[in-house]
């Protein structure tokens, strides 16, 4: 079979630049159905696992095909997580960015004031949570006029979360005349009610996965009695020895219990769950990303669609009492094709559980012994250097991206009537300035952020020291990130 290449989808330079540094070698198979198909401006239903590039799949068409110069938003992702709507909007945002495009995220527990003021600015594209975009919609602070292109992500966990009624009133709001993709993991019925509603003539894509989470990663499980789980937990950890792991609770009180006992044994572990402040919650998720720390304890609210690198190691604590929650819990070890492990602890009157679980994933998960007094103390010596080593730290995705992309920050901005085209203007009348090297504009009260691409920062920054901007030097420095 001939490889296809992203150069066969026809999309500008400065999206195949972006996909090029994000070290996209060819389409996945589902970028290859989705691409062209919305390129085309079809409604399209795609089922397919996370892990399998959907989000690409939906970002590098809407990214090409939004209008730069359109300042109203055009396009809108529907998420239902707040940590999934931050992380595509990172994707999102590093696809769009050598075509300057600002993608805004917006979801609940964080300040409206906050997302009214980034809304208020040239938007082209909004992620978010249900909830939150209907207060924006019915506040008026999220134009939805000019929406052309409508995302519904996890639609099958969305319609699990109740959003149902919310996804329609969102799309009520909407003009008719728009391209719909809907993306979901599993078709139920209800599924088929929505789109039927929502969507027009839509073309259905079914991707098989070819080498499916269930083969790829090795699946275990313990049986122990519950008071015995956190002394299971710290010997298999210890033979383990993951340089990560996602440790799985089914409550926040378990995942503040198991938490609070690693952090007493010295292991790198921070916890994650719904009671937790928003900020908090994306501050552990971006640290995990990073590799800063080895240990994440947490619910099911890390367990759905998060693209977390390099997993060595799934351990449910709990054993999930929905099937699909084991199968998304595991996945987040084995991504893109990646070898990984999942271990599930089963207490006595949990039988139930698994046979569902078996049942669902059409195969029986091994049954292990606990490791022996003797391999535990063997593995210790091991365990405890690496407890003491700092983890490697990952780079972002973007982070190839960002290294011929300098942020400059002008201290000037609304305050004093700077206008993007007063940046435009000066930028571009500097020797070997083009406008092709200006980013994304970001223009606050008394500050302006300006991004200056192609590894022409240090230049810019240098010239602006003793070129004035709207008819007056100004204070010019290299931004924080
Ligand atoms: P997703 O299914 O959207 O969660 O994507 C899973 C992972 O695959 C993400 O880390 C993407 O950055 C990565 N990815 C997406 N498209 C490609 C591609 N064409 N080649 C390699 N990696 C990709």
Redesign the pocket.
């Known amino acids: 079979m001939i490889q296809s290449t992203?150069n066969d989808c026809k999309l500008s330079s400065e999206l195949l630049k972006a996909?090029n540094l994000?070290?996209?070698?060819?389409?996945?198979r589902?970028?290859e159905q989705v691409i062209p198909a919305v390129l085309g401006q079809k409604d399209i239903i795609v089922k397919?696992?996370?892990?399998?590039?959907?989000?690409?799949?939906f970002a590098i068409p809407i990214c090409d095909l939004v209008d730069w110069d359109e300042n109203k938003p055009q396009a809108l992702v529907l998420t239902p997580t707040r940590e999934l709507a931050v992380q595509v909007r990172e994707?999102v945002f590093n696809l769009g960015r050598f075509k300057r495009l600002k993608v805004a995220a917006v979801y609940g527990k964080y300040p409206f004031h906050v997302q009214e003021k980034e809304l208020k600015q040239k938007t082209h594209v909004v992620v978010g949570t249900p909830g939150r975009l209907i207060d924006h919609i019915e506040r008026g602070t999220l134009e939805t006029s000019n929406i052309k292109y409508l995302v519904i992500d996890e639609a099958d966990e969305m319609l699990n979360m109740g959003f149902v009624e919310q996804i329609k009133t969102i799309v009520e709001s909407l003009p008719q005349e728009r391209v719909t993709i809907l993306l979901s993991a599993t078709m139920p019925q209800d599924i088929n009610l929505l789109c039927r509603r929502i969507m027009n003539n839509p073309i259905r894509v079914e991707i098989e996965e070819q080498n499916p989470a269930a083969e790829r990663i090795a699946q275990e499980r313990y049986q122990v009695n519950q008071t015995d789980k956190m002394q299971l937990l710290r010997d298999l950890t210890m033979v383990e020895n993951p340089d990560s792991c996602m440790i799985f609770c089914n409550t926040k009180q378990t995942v503040d219990e198991v938490y609070a006992e690693l952090v007493t044994l010295n292991y790198s572990c921070e916890k994650l769950h719904g009671g937790m402040e928003q900020r908090d919650r994306l501050g552990v998720m971006k640290e995990f990303k990073q590799g800063i720390f080895r240990y994440l304890c947490a619910t099911d609210v890390a367990a759905r669609?998060l693209?977390i690198?390099d997993i060595s190691l799934v351990i449910n604590y709990d054993i999930p009492h929905e099937c699909e929650s084991y199968v998304h819990r595991i996945g987040r070890t084995g991504?893109?094709n990646k070898l990984g492990k999942a271990m599930t602890f089963v207490t006595e009157n949990e039988t139930k559980f698994l046979e569902d679980i078996h049942d669902y994933i059409g195969k029986e998960i091994l049954l292990k012994e606990r490791p022996d007094e003797e391999t535990v103390r063997q593995s210790k010596q091991e365990f405890m250097a690496k407890i003491k080593t700092l983890p490697e730290i990952k780079a972002s995705?973007g982070a190839q991206l960002s290294t011929e992309i300098m942020k400059i920050h002008v201290n000037a901005g609304k305050k004093t009537k700077m206008r993007a085209v007063d940046i435009v203007g000066t930028l571009c009348s500097l020797q070997g300035i083009t406008a092709a090297d200006i980013g994304i504009i970001n223009i606050l009260d008394v500050s302006t952020f300006v991004e200056i691409l192609n590894d022409k920062g240090e230049q810019v920054l240098q010239a602006l020291q003793n070129t004035p901007i709207k008819g007056r030097l100004r204070k010019v420095s290299k931004a924080e990130r």
């Open positions: 992203f996909i994000l070290n996209f070698m060819s389409p996945t589902v970028q397919s696992q996370t892990g399998s590039g959907k989000t690409a799949a994707d669609g693209d690198e991504r893109v995705k």
